[in-house]
């Protein structure tokens, strides 16, 4: 391996045996079916990374002992031509930052979108590095094929915040410069405001100062989200820089966090009111808090995009007030009927069987067969019937290419 240019960073030589992870659904939020983590460990060493946490195998300090899959392209060319179905890839957020430093030098990144270039699928990218700026290129022509979007994560508009807190990523000022040179070429950008950390870049008025940013810049989306802190690691390091720079917060932190669930999560009151926040930012300034359709309209197998929708709606009747958690349910019992079919299909060795899969849900649709889909809530029937009606016949997918 040769040496980091990055004084104390040590680059490791880690050859994985897979490098695709296949969501077994498609994700209503990133809209991601795929995704991939090409380096292991981030030299950003944002300080309440969920990277951090042992779940994620990490070996050596997060910051600067960086694993790189050297073969990743190798095994990303031979993954691609196995894909159950179409959807997008998303490539940046996890354990690593794709366009970390190591990439100037190891461009698996610019690798990875050239082969899904080559096979005409369609990319959802989240950085936190002005390096991305390299690959523009070639996320237009991802754009002009099929789809592409860009975003970026920023949880502040206060840049000694990011310098604090994010001490490796790029300046909050770069990243909206690369959103405005994204949106002039046509590619569909948006905004990570997630996660935003209670105490210094939660308060209402700082949400309301990103939202607003955003939307100046005419970002497509914004999606938000309050931290996490998983027990051990990832909890010890957040918490450590916490006392180093703002110590009279501590004992907020010990209240908020002391449950000490695996999943990180805080006291679900936090997270009503930060949800609060959030959406009375988001309708002051015209902005979704979900993906727009027409971000991802045909870029999904049908039955997948009718799901992510169901939540979509899901999500916008709860900020009226009206919940309707039999949405969400539905979606997903819809993409689990999808898959189960999608299974049988292709243990038979059926080539085109998530066009075959399409075909049969469009028949129950207009068949009035809905109700056999098991978990289907009945009073999700008409809503997926609407969403059916504004789609094109399942040809109109042939387009979305596996090869």
């Known amino acids: 391996m040769p040496p980091s240019p990055n004084p104390g960073v040590t680059w490791h030589d880690k050859p994985a045996k897979s490098i695709l992870r296949v969501h077994g659904f498609t994700d209503p939020w990133f809209v991601a079916r795929y995704g991939m983590n090409l380096y292991r460990g981030c030299e950003h060493g944002c300080h309440y990374c969920d990277g951090?946490?042992?779940?994620?195998?990490?070996?050596?300090?997060?910051?600067?002992?960086?694993?790189?899959?050297?073969?990743?392209?190798?095994?990303?060319?031979?993954?691609?031509?196995?894909?159950?179905?179409?959807?997008?890839?998303?490539?940046?957020?996890?354990?690593?930052?794709?366009?970390?430093?190591?990439?100037?030098?190891?461009?698996?990144?610019?690798g990875a979108l050239e082969l899904l270039l080559e096979h005409g699928l369609p990319v959802h990218v989240l950085t936190k590095s002005a390096m991305v700026e390299r690959e523009l290129d070639l996320l237009q022509a991802i754009h002009e094929k099929n789809r592409a979007i860009l975003a970026f994560s920023i949880q502040t508009t206060d840049d000694a915040i990011r310098a604090r807190f994010e001490p490796g990523a790029a300046p909050i000022e770069e990243r909206f410069r690369l959103l405005r040179e994204a949106k002039a070429r046509g590619i569909h950008t948006g905004v990570m405001a997630m996660p935003v950390l209670p105490g210094i870049s939660d308060q209402p008025d700082a949400i309301d100062a990103l939202l607003g940013r955003c939307a100046d810049e005419g970002v497509d989306f914004v999606l938000c989200g309050g931290l996490t802190l998983r027990p051990g690691a990832q909890k010890d390091a957040y918490l450590a820089a916490i006392g180093h720079h703002h110590p009279d917060l501590l004992p907020g932190y010990e209240k908020v966090y002391a449950s000490e669930r695996p999943s990180g999560t805080a006291d679900s009151r936090y997270y009503r009111r930060l949800e609060g926040r959030f959406h009375e930012s988001l309708v002051r300034h015209g902005l979704p808090g979900r993906m727009p359709r027409a971000v991802f309209a045909g870029a999904?197998?049908?039955?997948?995009?009718?799901?992510?929708?169901?939540?979509?709606?899901?999500?916008?009747?709860?900020?009226?007030?009206?919940?309707?958690?039999?949405?969400?349910?539905?979606?997903?019992?819809?993409?689990?009927?999808?898959?189960?079919?999608?299974?049988?299909?292709?243990?038979?060795?059926?080539?085109?069987?998530?066009?075959?899969?399409?075909?049969?849900?469009?028949?129950?649709?207009?068949?009035?067969?809905?109700?056999?889909?098991?978990g289907l809530d009945a009073r999700a029937v008409p809503e997926v019937q609407g969403l059916v009606a504004a789609l094109p016949p399942p040809k109109g997918l042939a387009q979305l290419s596996l090869l």
């Open 52 to 110: 951090r946490a042992e779940r994620y195998y990490v070996e050596g300090d997060f910051a600067r002992d960086v694993g790189v899959k050297t073969n990743a392209l190798e095994l990303l060319a031979q993954q691609l031509a196995k894909l159950p179905e179409p959807g997008f890839f998303f490539l940046g957020g996890g354990v690593s930052d794709s366009w970390q430093p190591a990439e100037a030098h190891y461009g698996l990144a610019r």
């Open 300 to 374: 999904l197998p049908q039955y997948a995009e009718v799901a992510v929708l169901l939540e979509h709606r899901e999500y916008a009747l709860a900020r009226e007030g009206k919940p309707a958690p039999w949405l969400g349910r539905s979606g997903m019992a819809l993409q689990k009927w999808a898959k189960t079919e999608l299974g049988a299909l292709r243990r038979r060795r059926k080539p085109d069987a998530w066009q075959q899969v399409e075909q049969r849900f469009r028949d129950l649709v207009e068949r009035d067969g809905l109700e056999g889909v098991d």
